[in-house]
Every structure is written in C-alpha cells, then in structure tokens.
C-alpha cells in the first residue's frame, strides 16, 4: 500500500501545524522543534526516546514534547501511522499564565502519557482541519491540555458567573456568528482558561457545544414553523453548509432536518 502523509497549517486556528502519517516507514534522527508538540499512534508501534529515555508505544499513546527538547520517534518493525499537533510555545506560554499565573514560556508537560489521556485527539483534529471552527478547535485544545499542566497547582477559582452569563448572552444574540474564544473571554472579562472551566460548570458544556446546541434547538423551530429551505437555514445559523447542518441535527435528533420537518409536517 501506497505511504500518505499530509503537513498543513490549520484553517481554523492558524497558530497549529497539522501532520498526518498513514502507513509510513520514514525513520527520524534525533531533533526538536521551536513548538509545542503532541500526537496520537493509530497504527503500529514506535520507539520514543526523549530526555535519555526510551519507550515502547503503540496505538492511542500520546506521546508529548517540549520546545527544544532533543527526541526521535521511529516505527519498531515495519510500518506505522500518527497524528501530530505542533503547537506556538509563545501561545502555549499565555495559556499557562492564565491557568496558573507565574512568566514561565511553558510547562514541562510528561512526554508519554497515561492511558486514556488522548481522549478528545480525534474531535480536536477534526476541527483543527475545517475553516470554520475555531471556537471549537480552540476550546478542544484547551480541554485536552488542560489535564497535562501536571507540573503546576491550579489555585482555587471561582465560577465567575456574571462574566459567564455575559458571555451565554453573545452567543444567544450572535447565534449565527462563528465567534472566536477571545471574543467570548473579552465579553465575560475572564481569561480563556476560565471561561471554559466555567462555562462547562455552570451550563454543563463548553461554549462551542452550547453554540451548536441552541443552533440546533433555534433550527428545530423553525423547521416546525415556516418552510425555510434547509440551505439557507444551515447558512442561518452559522453552519458552513448543509451537510455540516444535517450531522450536527441527527446527532441530537436521531433525524435529518427534512424528515424532522416531514414528522411535524404530517402532525
């Protein structure tokens, strides 16, 4: 079978380099990167060394680097496939201030983690690929980073729930807006770190599944009640196209729009 891999910069949040391997045998002498970087294993096994240490991994490990850190990552025996984020450490650096405080750049994060810790990779790189989801990729990107500021005390934090109820009441207003995160944080006067966390303890969702959610509740009504076509409602509420629309309404309805409208139709 035919090697593939793909390098590209991230439509969505420009700050993110995207690589893809399938089916690969290339081989990497030892070197770093400028950038934060972390990835998942889909096939196969490769051996990790990073810091004079070397490990067996295989799929669903995610293995993390720190700028400047010397490491090298090579498939065991024959051929295997990931998934790579390359991350701005200047970026990184001001998330971590948020979270925690302090002027370090970055936060030296374990370079394979535990079982379980790529949950989320797969979503995460989803939206990192499609133009229209910066919310979402960037509130994923928090989402999963977050468990990994191992080397640092979150301090005791309040909900903040003025802030948080300003920032509910821009996507209600805005529902059909592709809002970025820091238009949000600006709102709630929170950092961004905060207004997620928040967010998803007051509400119960992060912003950008909270977004999708009265999308689909406002286009729930509507279909119930006039005979807007599908396109031009899906344009309506922000989504970029009616294939986007549809997956998003059957994921939360168990229907397509057309057959939603169809059921109250026949009512």
């Known amino acids: 079978m035919l090697q593939e891999q793909f390098l590209q910069r991230s439509p969505a949040l420009p700050l993110i380099e995207l690589r893809q391997a399938s089916r690969s045998s290339a081989c990497y002498q030892a070197h770093t990167h400028d950038e934060f970087s972390f990835g998942v294993i889909d096939r196969g096994h490769a051996a990790y060394r990073n810091r004079q240490r070397l490990e067996r991994i295989g799929v669903g490990s995610l293995v993390t680097v720190n700028p400047g850190e010397v ?4 498939p065991a025996a024959g051929q295997w496939s990931y998934r790579m984020l390359f991350v701005d450490a200047s970026w990184l650096g001001t998330l971590q201030r948020e ?7 970055y936060c030296c994060f374990p370079d394979v983690c535990a079982a379980g810790a790529s949950a989320g990779f797969d979503g995460l790189f989803a939206s990192l690929q499609r133009s229209d ?13 977050q468990p990994l500021f191992a080397c640092q005390q979150e301090s005791a934090s309040t909900l903040h729930q003025s802030g948080l109820l300003r920032a509910r009441e821009l996507i209600m207003d805005r529902l059909g807006c592709n ?16 207004l997620i966390r928040g967010f998803k303890r007051l509400y119960g969702q992060a912003p950008h599944a909270f977004q999708l959610d009265e999308r689909i509740k ?10 807007v076509s599908l396109n031009d409602l899906a344009l309506d509420l922000g989504f970029a ?15 397509t729009p057309g057959q939603y409208r169809a059921f109250h139709q026949a009512a």
């Open 71 to 74: 490491h090298s990552c090579n």
């Open 99 to 105: 979270a925690f405080g302090g002027s370090a750049d």
């Open 133 to 145: 989801g910066a919310l979402e990729a960037e509130s994923r990107l928090i989402d999963l980073l």
């Open 179 to 194: 809002l970025q995160l820091d238009e949000l944080a600006e709102a709630a006067q929170l950092n961004r770190y905060q």
């Open 218 to 227: 406002q286009a729930r009504a509507r279909l119930r009640a006039d005979a």
């Open 241 to 255: 196209d009616q294939a986007h629309f549809q997956r998003h309404f059957k994921l939360r309805t168990a229907l």
